[in-house]
Each structure stands twice: as structure tokens, then as C-alpha cells.
């Protein structure tokens, strides 16, 4: 297992998502109001919403454009058969956020079907 720090926790807001660069992609981190982190792929699978931009809940983003539910911990929609891919993250005492997986790996991790183990 390998950590990467993508940026500090106080890049963003409780209760919001901002987008950080990583090994030339780009993944959207959301900071609850709780404090926790979590961590997908920037844009919805719908039409392309920026993630990032939408409305978060204690474990749920709300796509800015069309509204689908997105479960931060699964990236599973809510209402459709639609997912986004999610990413391990944690925070360390001075507040670096860390990749636990560099997006490389998990991309080679993933499965046929699109999903991340
Ligand atoms: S682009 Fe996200 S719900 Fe349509």
C-alpha cells in the first residue's frame, strides 16, 4: 500500500468538494460537515457534472446539474443503476489529505466491469 498527499483539509470547507490533481487526473475530495473525507472521480457519469461543485451531505454529493445522489462510501447512486468510482483517503494530524492508493494502482485493480474492489 502506498500513501500519496494530494493537498490539505483546509483546501476545503466542511461541507464542500474541491478537485486536486494527481499523477495527471484529476479526483474530487469532499470534506463533510462531520470532518470526514471521501474521495471519487470528478464528474458525474450522467453528463459530466462537476462533482465537486455539488451540494454534500454526511456521506452523499448531490450532482450540481441533474440532481442524482451519489453515496460517498460505495459510489453508488441512489436511484439508478449509475456508480462513480471512489478512492481511499485519509487525513493525518496536520491535516495532509492522503491518497491511500495512487490512481495508477487502483486502476489496475479495477475490474472489467468498471467497479473498484
Ligand atoms: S450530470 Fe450529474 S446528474 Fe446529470
Redesign the pocket.
Known sequence: MTERAIGKVWQIPKGEGRNFAVDGMEIAVFHTRSGELFATQPD??????P?ADGLVGESIVV??????VYDLRTGVELNTDCRIRTYPVRMTADGTILLIKQPAEIAALETADGKTP
Open positions: 458525474c457519469p450522467h453528463r459530466n457534472g462533482l450532482c450540481p446539474l441533474h440532481d442524482r
